[in-house]
């Protein structure tokens, strides 16, 4: 679709990932965030403006869920979705308020249509029943074969892959039954060989998301009611999913990974995590419309390069520098609507070919010496040019491989204390003794006393969210991996000197 401005009243159809169709109203705008609801509906074919009158808003009442409005707030940054078709307006019902103080993106309208729907028409009625009744269980003893732990009736998520409070058996066979004394157990992970984990998930479609890691060569959970997988391997060679699966990560999984899904993968969103110049997407897969690329410091353009059908590309630099390479690939695919770019610090104006279908480029994290060619490139283009986080040349060249460097962004002073505290630690490890005990506590003082820090930086300047907690977290853990600490003793540090 043609990016467009919406206003209150305007009217949206979603094409929706279980192949159907979806609708969606504008409600108001506050500066650069608007507000929109999804309507109950859903069809086979598009519809049309007159059958959209007098629909009544979505209400949630899947899973814990009260029948609170399907309403939220969007920022400009997020593009509207290319599965979305404006066509029309209509007046907007007295009971929906103008702004949400719920914030997500465009595509979470549509996904609430879906899991709505997979709720109403697909989960047994014995399921659901088991689900709220769990709300006032209270607490409940599993036992996958390895022993007694003891759950809240209404624990979400489970993790079984040795990391968390239940045991399974090394080996042999593992008692899924457990998982019948857990009805609202809707997110599961799991390492290793299959043991009867496909099976299990099948006779409890409850469960709709999956992390599975080390997984077998041959992956079948085509009669799963999964809707998200993760997916890591380097053993894997086949995976068979489900048609309602809607989103799937595949991490460090093999080149040759021939992948069975519904219509060629036409209605999954797909992201490649740990991605790098060679990755590709996998046989199987080449009707996919969106697509993420999420990993290193040089990418290619090329993983794409067969997906014919795709709209929308995400490419997020986890690493310096931030380089694109093979971007004349992305000028074959000539549905390709939107492109997000995330620290991309190795980009130039020039980097990305000229894309004729291109309707929305938001780059976060750039240059600040290439914005004004990047601007005048695309004025007049057709194309909506969204640009967050760009930083001077001469900071970069200090702070480029500052894990803190984008916290500048939320907070220019308290991110500048942030990379300085980083930086400092760095070159204390550096400079550590190599005798093991006065390593062992140099490395100690050096590590709390970033810590400590940071614990500063967030009673000063209240930058550390859930997204910045993570990036502190991780890296902490690779300091202390550079410092030769161990990760058990590094988590315990962690752990016990931490405010934030």
Not at 22 to 31: F, W, Y
Request: proline letters at 5%; glycine letters at 8%.
């Amino acid at each position: 679709m043609v990016d467009r401005v919406v206003r209150a009243g305007d009217v949206a159809v979603m094409r929706l990932s279980d192949g159907g169709f979806g609708a969606c109203q504008v409600t108001g705008a506050d500066g650069d965030v608007t507000s929109a609801y999804a309507l109950r509906w859903h069809s086979v074919d598009r519809p049309s403006l007159d059958e959209l009158r007098g629909v009544e808003p979505l209400r949630l009442d899947h899973h814990a869920h009260n029948g609170r409005l399907a309403h939220l707030s969007i920022g400009s940054w997020y593009a509207v979705p290319p599965g979305f078709a404006w066509i029309g307006s209509l007046p907007v019902p007295d009971d929906v308020p103008a702004l949400s103080d719920t914030y997500s993106n465009w595509q979470a309208l549509a996904d609430d249509v879906v899991r709505q729907r997979r709720w109403d028409r697909e989960l047994p009625g014995v399921v659901k029943s088991a689900y709220r009744a769990a709300a006032t269980r209270g607490q409940v003893d599993v036992d996958f074969g390895a022993g007694v732990a003891t759950f809240g009736a209404a624990t979400s998520r489970l993790d079984l892959n040795g990391e968390g409070s239940v045991r399974v058996p090394m080996s042999g066979p593992v008692r899924w039954s457990a998982l019948d004394q857990l009805p609202r157990c809707t997110t599961l992970s799991w390492v290793g060989p299959d043991r009867g984990l496909a099976r299990a998930l099948a006779d409890r479609p409850v469960v709709s998301s999956l992390t599975w890691r080390d997984a077998p060569p041959v992956v079948d959970l085509a009669g799963t009611g999964l809707q998200h997988l993760s997916l890591r391997g380097a053993d894997v060679r086949e995976v068979r999913l489900p048609r309602g699966l809607h989103g799937l990560e595949l991490a460090a999984v093999d080149p040759s990974l021939a992948v069975y899904a519904a219509d060629d993968g036409r209605w999954l969103h797909l992201t490649l995590a740990d991605a790098n110049a060679e990755t590709t997407v996998p046989a199987g897969l080449h009707g996919v419309q969106e697509v993420a690329l999420d990993g290193n410091g040089t990418m290619s353009a090329a993983a794409v390069r067969e997906v014919k059908e795709l709209e929308s590309l995400r490419i997020f630099w986890r690493k310096p520098p931030g380089r694109l390479i093979d971007a004349a690939a992305l000028a074959g695919l000539p549905r390709l609507a939107v492109l997000e770019l995330v620290d991309g610090y190795g980009l130039d104006a020039g980097t990305l070919p000229d894309l004729t279908s291109l309707t929305q480029l938001t780059i976060s994290g750039l240059r600040r010496s290439i914005v004004p060619a990047l601007k005048a490139r695309y004025r007049g283009a057709g194309v909506g040019l969204v640009i967050e986080g760009a930083k001077h040349d001469t900071w970069l060249v200090a702070n480029l491989n500052n894990p803190f460097r984008d916290w500048v962004d939320d907070d220019a002073r308290g991110g500048a204390a942030a990379c300085k505290a980083y930086a400092r630690a760095v070159r204390a490890i550096d400079k550590l003794p190599q005798d093991r005990d006065r390593r062992a506590d140099e490395a100690e003082a050096v590590m709390r006393t970033l810590v400590e820090a940071l614990n500063g930086i967030e009673q000063k300047y209240e930058i550390i969210d859930t997204l910045r907690r993570e990036e502190a977290c991780d890296a902490f853990m690779e300091l202390a991996a550079r410092a030769e600490v161990p990760s058990q003793l590094a988590d315990e540090w962690l752990d016990e000197w931490r405010d934030f």
